[in-house]
Antibody
């Protein structure tokens, strides 16, 4: 059974870069038919899809965040990462990593989530 | 403002039925699969329905999904207190080339 675990700082200063890593265990990060994604949820609000990365390194980002988002994957470590630059208070949210299903795009496995607060 | 539109809340008595709507456009729901997620407070969302109407292993058949045109519906029958949670719909948006979600619906058991 695949498990995902987010890690990274819980507090980031405004204008700095938010960096999170998701570690995949219990299965291969190179599995065909899957991709790896980041989703966030501000307190009391709905889910927002940030972007996805395949094990090949191919990425797709949410157009609303594209100018500030970079994702990467390290298959040797079974990890994929999110960098979000120039953060503001509006980026304060619980960040989830999840596994997505190619083509049909639903998310069958989620990490527990990590709260990132943007504040000076 | 979420791309998909859900009612903020629905409620019903134990044993009754609730229906949650999810409205979109031809770019998302109209031409792509819909999924639904159940989220209890302080926890991660959990896949409830995929491919519009399929249930993962372990999900009771009290939960059912359907899609018609640019709208999708989640129905919970035989409502139980343990069903109190937030429910989110999701789909791929072919115009945005991005995943999109609804704002979530809170289910309250009266």
């Amino acid at each position: 059974q695949v498990r995902l675990q987010e890690s990274g700082p819980g507090l980031v200063k405004p204008s700095q870069t938010l960096s999170l890593t998701c570690t995949v265990s219990g299965g291969s990060i190179i599995s065909g038919g899957y991709y790896w994604t980041w989703i966030r949820q501000p307190a009391g609000k709905g889910l927002e899809w940030i972007g996805r990365i395949y094990s090949s390194g191919h990425t797709t980002y949410n157009p609303s965040l594209m100018s500030r988002v970079t994702m990467s994957v390290d298959t040797s470590k079974r990890q994929f990462s999110l960098n979000l630059s120039s953060v503001t208070a509006a980026d304060t949210a619980v960040y989830y990593c999840a596994r997505g299903i190619v083509v049909i795009n639903w998310f069958d496995t989620w990490g527990q989530g990590t709260l990132v607060t943007v504040s000076s | 403002q979420s791309v998909l539109t859900q009612p903020p809340s629905v409620s019903a008595a134990p044993g009754q039925k609730v229906t949650i709507s999810c409205s979109g456009t031809s770019s998302n729901i109209g031409n792509n699969y819909v999924s639904w997620y159940q989220q209890f407070p302080g926890t991660a969302p959990k896949l409830l329905i995929y491919d519009n109407d399929k249930r993962p292993s372990g999900i009771p058949d009290r939960f059912s999904g359907s899609k018609s045109g640019t709208s999708a519906t989640l129905v919970i029958t035989g409502l139980q207190t343990g069903d109190e949670a937030d429910y989110h719909c999701g789909a791929w948006d072919s115009s945005l080339s991005a995943g999109v979600f609804g704002g979530g619906t809170k289910v309250t058991v009266l």
